[in-house]
Nanobody, 112 residues
């Protein structure tokens, strides 16, 4: 299974970004998917998760109300819509397909 994350970049505080993660080589519809992030000098942390059906989502308290995770099984992809970004959201963001592995990460930098 291969995961390819994209969509990161540099944005001002208060701005928005949409991350995408394309999954290939497996049966995407059977995977619970998640987004994690790792800031410099910190451990990787959970950001958001979505169930196989897409009906259940979970969020870290720090992003609730600002980030939205979604999936499109027809495109074998999971997304993270990030609004009202803050400088503390700056990190490398990784998509995850449970035991099936991790994407390579995409850098998100939020300037003040």
């Amino acid at each position: 299974v291969q995961l390819q994350a994209s969509g990161g970049g540099l944005v001002q505080a208060g701005g928005s970004l949409r991350l995408s993660c394309a999954v290939s080589g497996g049966t995407f519809s059977t995977y619970r998917m998640g987004w994690f992030r790792q800031a410099p000098g910190k451990e990787r942390e959970f950001v958001a998760g979505i169930s196989r059906s897409g009906s259940i989502t979970q969020y870290a308290d720090s992003v609730k109300g600002r980030f939205t995770i979604s999936r499109d099984d027809a495109k074998n992809s999971v997304y993270l819509q990030m609004n009202s970004l803050k400088p503390e959201d700056t990190a490398v963001y990784y998509c995850n397909a449970g035991i099936w592995g991790w994407g390579q990460g995409t850098q998100v930098t939020v300037s003040r």
